[in-house]
């Protein structure tokens, strides 16, 4: 087998389009009444695992500029999946957190997102599970 690197990351091109294409399906499918775009999910996960971040907290972790983070929580505050408060002692700063219906929402799209991922794993023997996850670990955490 021969070594081609432009053949190899093609083919992980190919692969990751592949599964992303996939989970974007099944989220569309869950949002089919209330569709959000993927900005709008990452934001709400985001918010989900860190409640009381501030917006520039989700602008550095998401690598989106302040103004589009501030688009995006508008827009999910107006449909009423975020909630924002300002903290008494410092007026200016804001906090937010999902409400009700976003809790909702990001816990039946992470419902989706791991049962993908279940199906997947379930392709591949226990041992090469293992050696997928370590590979794929450590292929994520790469900063490009």
């Known amino acids: 087998m021969s070594f081609d690197p432009d053949h190899q990351a093609e ?6 389009g592949a599964l992303s294409q996939r989970f974007k399906s099944a989220e569309a499918q869950l949002s089919a009444g209330r569709p959000l775009n993927p900005l709008d999910m990452q934001i709400l996960l985001f918010v989900a695992e860190r409640p009381g971040c501030g917006p520039s907290d989700l602008a550095r ?3 989106a500029a302040a ?3 501030s688009s995006a929580t508008d827009r999910l505050h107006r449909q009423g999946l975020l909630a924002r408060d300002r903290p008494e002692q410092d007026r200016r700063a804001i906090r937010l957190s999902l409400s009700p219906a976003g809790r909702d929402y990001a816990e039946a799209l992470l419902a989706v997102q791991r049962e993908h991922c279940r199906q997947m794993l379930d392709r591949l023997d226990p041992e090469e599970q293992a050696t997928f996850l370590r590979i794929f670990t450590k292929l994520a955490s790469f900063e490009l």
């Open 11 to 16: 083919t992980l091109r190919g692969a990751i």
């Open 61 to 63: 972790g998401l690598g």
């Open 67 to 69: 103004t589009t983070i």
